[in-house]
T-cell receptor, first 116, second 114 residues
Framework: AQTVTQSQPEMSVQEAETVTLSCTYD???????LFWYKQPPSRQMILVIR??????QNATENRFSVNFQKAAKSFSLKISDSQLGDAAMYFCAYRSTQGGSEKLVFGKGTKLTVNP | DTGVSQNPRHKITKRGQNVTFRCDPI?????LYWYRQTLGQGPEFLTY????????KSRLLSDRFSAERPKGSFSTLEIQRTEQGDSAMYLC????????????FGSGTRLTVV
């Protein structure tokens, strides 16, 4: 079974600075999808960014970008020009394309604090 | 589009009681998912519906848990004979394009079993 590991339970960053959140995963598959979700306190989870494993180009969404290293099974999230509103739990998630399952497998999350 | 709506937001129940949660997905979304999130953990998959058909169930969904989506619109998740270990946030999500594109989550129902 696939597993997702987020090794940083907590991270902090100064406003306007850049921070990178780590995610590694374990799989024997070659085709899959990876996601980063943001969960603000007491609010719903929001999809931040999505990466298709067969694409070598790293996904980018405004201030959010990923560093996808397929061979290393690593999928880190870089947040540039951090803002106070970026403070949240961030979850990395994996989606297999085998067997038709619709489930996402999530890591335990990283709590990001943004200091003014 | 008012997003995915879940009710109630909070539920406190005594051990042994039955509880039911409701999820209203985004209206055009035919796919609906239930997840459970305990403190300090990421969400864990429970079950998946496409329209009214329940196509996937996790082994986490014990005999005490049942989910329905009778007309392919809203869904209910019922837990019978609740146990303290059932205390968690229950998240509902929906999608129209499938899991490859991610889901839209609701705000969740927080269950506390005392």
């Amino acid at each position: 079974a696939q597993t997702v590991t987020q090794s940083q339970p907590e991270m902090s960053v100064q406003e306007a600075e850049t921070v990178t959140l780590s995610c590694t995963y374990d799989t024997s598959e070659s085709d899959y999808y990876l996601f980063w979700y943001k969960q603000p306190p007491s609010r719903q989870m929001i999809l931040v960014i999505r990466q298709e494993a067969y694409k070598q180009q790293n996904a980018t969404e405004n201030r959010f970008s990923v560093n996808f290293q397929k061979a290393a099974k690593s999928f880190s999230l870089k947040i540039s020009d951090s803002q106070l509103g970026d403070a949240a739990m961030y979850f990395c998630a994996y989606r297999s394309t085998q067997g038709g399952s619709e489930k996402l497998v999530f890591g335990k999350g990283t709590k990001l604090t943004v200091n003014p | 589009d008012t997003g995915v709506s879940q009710n109630p937001r909070h539920k406190i129940t005594k051990r042994g009681q039955n509880v039911t949660f409701r999820c209203d997905p985004i209206s055009e979304h035919n796919r609906l998912y239930w997840y459970r999130q305990t403190l300090g953990q990421g969400p864990e998959f429970l079950t998946y519906f496409q329209n009214e058909a329940q196509l996937e169930k996790s082994r986490l969904l014990s005999d005490r848990f049942s989910a329905e989506r009778p007309k392919g619109s809203f869904s209910t998740l019922e837990i019978q004979r609740t146990e303290q270990g059932d205390s968690a946030m229950y998240l509902c999500a929906s999608s129209i394009r499938g899991a490859n594109y991610g889901y839209t989550f609701g705000s969740g129902t927080r269950l506390t079993v005392v």
